[in-house]
């Protein structure tokens, strides 16, 4: 079972940037997909991002297109979302997760999320 740690949440203001980090435990982290999701209160878990397992292809939710960005590094089995331009309403708690194939979901793994709030 593999296990996903996330790290890089906390407080920003609007206009600011993040940058969120998961790591992944063993060793068939560059088998798959990695994405992830943001949980505000009050409102389902929402799409924010994927990524293939070589890195060839990413897709983004509709509300963080531009702003976002999603990147990994199978040498040291992370995903990375660097997050620019934070708006209010990004605030959520964001989860890591795998995909059960190389190219997406379904997303069967998840971490335990991290916090971001950003005050405007």
């Known amino acids: 079972q593999v296990q996903l740690v996330e790290s890089g949440g906390g407080l920003q203001q609007a206009g600011g940037s993040l940058r969120l980090s998961c790591t992944a435990s063993?060793?068939?982290?560059?088998?798959?997909?990695m994405g992830w999701f943001r949980q505000a209160p009050g409102k389902e878990r929402e799409f924010v991002a994927a990524?293939?397992?070589?890195?060839?292809?990413?897709a983004y939710g509709d509300s963080v297109k531009g702003r976002f960005t999603i990147s990994r590094d199978n040498a040291k089995n992370t995903v990375d979302l660097q997050m620019n331009i934070l708006k209010a309403e990004d605030t959520a708690v964001y989860y890591c997760?795998?995909?059960?194939?190389?190219?997406?979901?379904?997303?069967?793994?998840w971490g335990q999320g991290t916090q971001v709030t950003v005050s405007s």
């Open positions: 063993g060793r068939t982290f560059s088998r798959y997909a």
């Open positions: 990524i293939s397992w070589n890195g060839g292809s990413t």
């Open positions: 997760a795998r995909g059960e194939t190389g190219t997406g979901g379904p997303y069967a793994s």
